[in-house]
C-alpha cells in the first residue's frame, strides 16, 4: 500500500461547480498535511497546510483533515479555468516529525471546462 | 524578494558526463530538499539536509551527491553513475519546526541527458 494515495484523474468540472479532491494515508500518527497546485511544465506551489481535524478555508479553497479515517481533501469552490492543474497531497510522516521529510501523492489532474 | 533560485532551468549534458544543479534559497530556511519528478509521477526525495554541513538520503540517493557548506546554498550533482537521469529535478526549503514543515520550491531544473 502506497503511503499516500490520490486518484490521478482527470476530474473533469464546469465553471463554477465545486471541486473535491481526496487523499488517503497510510501512518496514523501524521501531523501535517499540504496541498500543492502544480501548473504543467512548472513547480509545486503551496496552498493549503492543515494540521487539526475539521475544516480550514482560505479563499475559494477548504482543506478537510479526518485523522481517524486517515483521509484529506481539498474543496474548491467556484471552479476557474485557470484552476486546471496537478493537485499534490503532501503528509509529513511521523517516522521523521522532526526533520520535515514529505510524502507526497502521485497527483490528481484537475480541469474545468468553461 | 525573497524566495528560492534554481539555476539552470535546462541543462543538456551527455552520457558519462558529471552534472552540478544550483539551488540557492534567502528565506532564512533551515531545511533543504532536492526531489526528482517524472512524467506522470509525484516527487520523489534524493537527498535532505537540516543544518549546515549535514544531510541525509532519500528515497533514491543513489548516482547522486550533495554538500551543504552554506545555508543558502544545497547543490545537487547527478554522477554518472545515475542511470536514467533525464528528469525534472526540484529544490525545496523549509523551518523545522514541528508548526512549519511547509515546503516551498524553486523552478526547478529539466535535466536532458542523451
Known amino acids: 500500500q502506497k503511503e499516500v494515495e490520490q486518484n490521478s484523474g482527470p476530474l473533469s468540472v464546469p465553471e463554477g461547480a465545486i471541486a473535491s479532491l481526496n487523499c488517503t494515508y497510510s501512518d496514523r500518527v501524521s501531523q501535517s498535511f499540504f496541498w500543492y497546485r502544480q501548473y504543467s511544465g512548472k513547480s509545486p506551489e503551496l496552498i493549503m497546510s492543515i494540521y487539526s481535524n475539521g475544516d480550514k478555508e482560505d479563499g475559494r479553497f477548504t482543506a478537510q483533515l479526518n485523522k481517524a479515517s486517515q483521509y484529506v481533501s481539498l474543496l474548491i469552490r467556484d471552479s476557474q479555468p485557470s484552476d486546471s492543474a496537478t493537485y499534490l497531497c503532501a503528509v509529513n510522516i511521523a517516522g521523521s516529525s522532526n526533520t520535515g521529510k514529505l510524502i507526497f501523492g502521485q497527483g490528481t489532474t484537475l480541469q474545468v471546462k468553461p | 524578494d525573497g524566495g528560492i533560485t534554481q539555476s539552470p532551468k535546462y541543462l543538456f549534458r551527455k552520457e558519462g558526463q558529471n552534472v552540478t544543479l544550483s539551488c540557492e534559497q534567502n528565506?532564512?530556511?533551515?531545511?533543504m530538499y532536492w526531489y526528482r519528478q517524472d512524467p506522470g509521477q509525484g516527487l520523489r526525495l534524493i537527498y535532505y539536509?537540516?543544518?549546515?554541513?549535514?544531510?541525509q538520503k532519500g528515497d533514491i540517493a543513489e548516482g547522486y551527491s550533495v554538500s551543504r557548506e552554506k545555508k543558502e546554498s544545497f547543490p545537487l550533482t547527478v554522477t554518472s553513475a545515475q542511470k536514467n537521469p533525464t528528469a525534472f529535478y526540484l529544490c525545496?526549503?523549509?523551518?523545522?519546526?514541528?508548526?512549519?514543515?511547509?515546503?516551498?520550491f524553486g523552478p526547478g531544473t529539466r535535466l536532458t541527458v542523451t
Open positions: 525545496a526549503s523549509s523551518m523545522t519546526s514541528a508548526s512549519s514543515y511547509e515546503q516551498y
Open positions: 528565506l532564512n530556511h533551515d531545511a
Open positions: 539536509s537540516q543544518i549546515v554541513n549535514d544531510f
